[in-house]
């Protein structure tokens, strides 16, 4: 009778821990794309975000597409000349689940940091991603921002009538996540 017993300790210690659920996107989120220029700082913006997680990867993906900087002329040289989007129509953050710690209890608030890979105009650059997550009910609220150069990636220094930007810029984002 006693030998079923380490038998039933081995059973529990070398069986799979229950999988999380995959966290989605829900409500409106936003990215902000923030340069500073010579004469003036521009931002843009989209209210779109899309999420992949495949239980060991997060992967955080922008359609360029849905950048607006509330300036048709200035998004257009942007989107179709700089970014080039007909080849490149994304941009995304690809963080590891594990480095992402989100908190469990509601009302609980988190902060850190996160190493993963920004990718834009098909390069992609290690990055560093603060965050803060707060729990309220089923949703956790993520702020997270992150600092790039966008030469790194390939994207030419815009100039228009004398106007630059510095190719050091930063992307912040808000999102609400869901399990499941």
């Known amino acids: 009778m006693k030998h079923w017993i380490p038998l039933v300790l081995v059973a529990l210690v070398t069986a799979p821990a229950p999988a999380l659920a995959a966290l989605s996107v829900t409500g409106t989120p936003k990215v902000a794309f923030d340069a500073t220029g010579t004469v003036m700082d521009m931002q843009g913006i989209s209210k779109v975000v899309k999420l992949a997680d495949d239980g060991q990867q997060l992967v955080f993906t922008v359609p360029m597409?849905?950048?607006?900087?509330?300036?048709?002329?200035?998004?257009?040289?942007?989107l179709n000349k700089y970014v080039e989007v007909a080849k490149f129509p994304e941009v995304s953050v690809t963080l590891p689940k594990s480095a992402l710690k989100l908190p469990a209890a509601d009302g609980e608030k988190l902060k850190g940091s996160a190493t993963g890979t920004f990718t834009a105009r098909g390069i992609s650059q290690p990055v560093t991603v603060s965050y803060s997550a707060k729990k309220s009910g089923a949703v956790t609220k993520l702020e997270a921002n992150f600092n790039f150069d966008v030469s790194t990636h390939g994207i030419a220094i815009p100039v228009y009538m004398g106007v630059t930007i510095d190719p050091k810029m930063k992307a912040s984002a808000t999102v609400e996540l869901i399990d499941g």
């Open 65 to 78: 597409a849905t950048v607006s900087t509330d300036n048709a002329l200035r998004d257009d040289h942007m």
